[in-house]
T-cell receptor, first 116, second 113 residues
Framework: AQKVTQAQTEISVVEKEDVTLDCVYETRDTTYYLFWYKQPPSGELVFLIRRNSFDEQNEISGRYSWNFQKSTSSFNFTITASQVVDSAVYFCALSEGTDSGYALNFGKGTSLLVTP | SQTIHQWPATLVQPVGSPLSLECTVEGTSNPNLYWYRQAAGRGLQLLFYSVGIGQISSEVPQNLSASRPQDRQFILSSKKLLLSDSGFYLC????????????FGPGTRLLVL
């Protein structure tokens, strides 16, 4: 079963628009970690943020912000005033610390295209 | 600071040929190491992980294998490639202890013809 669902396959916005990328996860563990990664056209996965299950505080980093809500099992990512350089595939991931050595369970990604 | 390297960057191989992809990490000791594969248009799938030299865990049964001959070296191999092995292979590392953030290498694009 898919543990991380990113329902939006592709999103296209015009530069300076705000955009929210949705992520819904599923776990029975009480301790887990959530991540967002950015994959630009070059292919390398760039780490953006890590949250643990005990910290529901929202976080803001420049134009990026994250909304973690355990009640709805969601960890959404918002880009404010989007820029062309934000165009990439964004992955949400869950780490449960099971037998897989804390391996990451990735969603299928959301492809974001920001046009001028 | 820590850095992770992968080579080759791209590879085109015929079906049935062997494969060896290498990943090395600098600037840390006893890291956890991971191999992921990203097929075209799909998410990332964990193939192998290692918590120490010689310790390899496989997540997906297939014709691939992994080895960790040195603390900071992780190798992905195959004796005979299949068409379905084509994809983007990413190596990642994290600090020992498990729940740390994973940092990814630049990846290897493999095309099996």
């Amino acid at each position: 079963a898919q543990k991380v669902t990113q329902a939006q396959t592709e999103i296209s916005v015009v530069e300076k628009e705000d955009v929210t990328l949705d992520c819904v996860y599923e776990t029975r563990d009480t301790t887990y970690y959530l991540f967002w990664y950015k994959q630009p056209p070059s292919g390398e996965l760039v780490f953006l943020i890590r949250r643990n299950s005990f910290d529901e505080q929202n976080e803001i980093s420049g134009r990026y912000s994250w909304n973690f809500q355990k009640s709805t099992s969601s960890f959404n990512f918002t880009i404010t005033a989007s820029q062309v350089v934000d165009s990439a595939v964004y992955f949400c991931a869950l780490s449960e610390g099971t037998d897989s050595g804390y391996a990451l369970n990735f969603g299928k990604g959301t492809s974001l295209l920001v046009t001028p | 600071s820590q850095t992770i390297h992968q080579w080759p960057a791209t590879l085109v191989q015929p079906v049935g040929s062997p494969l060896s992809l290498e990943c090395t990490v600098e600037g840390t000791s006893n890291p956890n190491l991971y191999w992921y594969r990203q097929a075209a248009g799909r998410g990332l799938q964990l193939l192998f992980y290692s918590v120490g030299i010689g310790q390899i865990s496989s997540e997906v049964p297939q014709n691939l294998s992994a080895s960790r001959p040195q603390d900071r070296q992780f190798i992905l191999s195959s004796k005979k490639l299949l068409l379905s092995d084509s994809g983007f292979y990413l190596c990642a590392w994290s600090e020992a202890g498990g729940e740390e953030t994973q940092y990814f290498g630049p990846g290897t694009r493999l095309l099996v013809l």
